[in-house]
């Protein structure tokens, strides 16, 4: 059973940095798939960014360039670090990670954590 655990949301001003965490554990073989989802008070949940074992990553138009997604294997820890962040990037964050290639379909997704809160202020 793979359990994910996020780590390093919180407040920061619009124009400010965070690197949020992932840590995986309880698997044989790594997912194929992690990613970053978020989901904002009111609107439904969203990918941000997606990274498959092969190194490909992908992400939402509103986070390119701002945002990068990357991994180091040796500590099975996802990173999604975060940059010139904005208002509209407030959120629960959550970390989710499935045995297929990446998708933006959260329901595809197998294992979620239970998510890290990021406020951006004006």
């Known amino acids: 059973q793979v359990q994910l655990v996020e780590s390093g949301g919180g407040s920061v001003q619009a124009g400010g940095s965070l690197r949020l965490s992932c840590a995986a554990s309880?698997?044989?073989?790594?997912?194929?798939?992690m990613g970053w989802f978020r989901q904002a008070p009111g609107k439904e949940r969203e990918g941000v960014a997606a990274r498959n074992s092969d190194g490909s990553t992908t992400y939402a138009d509103s986070v390119k360039g701002r945002f990068t997604i990357s991994e180091d294997n040796a500590k099975n820890t996802l990173y999604l670090q975060m940059h010139s962040l904005k208002p509209e990037d407030t959120a629960m964050y959550y970390c989710?990670?499935?045995?297929?290639?990446?998708?933006?379909?959260?329901?595809?997704?197998?294992?979620w954590g239970q998510g890290t809160q990021v406020t951006v202020s004006t």
């Open positions: 989710a990670a499935r045995y297929l290639r990446c998708s933006w379909s959260g329901t595809s997704y197998n294992y």
């Open positions: 309880g698997y044989t073989y790594r997912p194929y798939c």
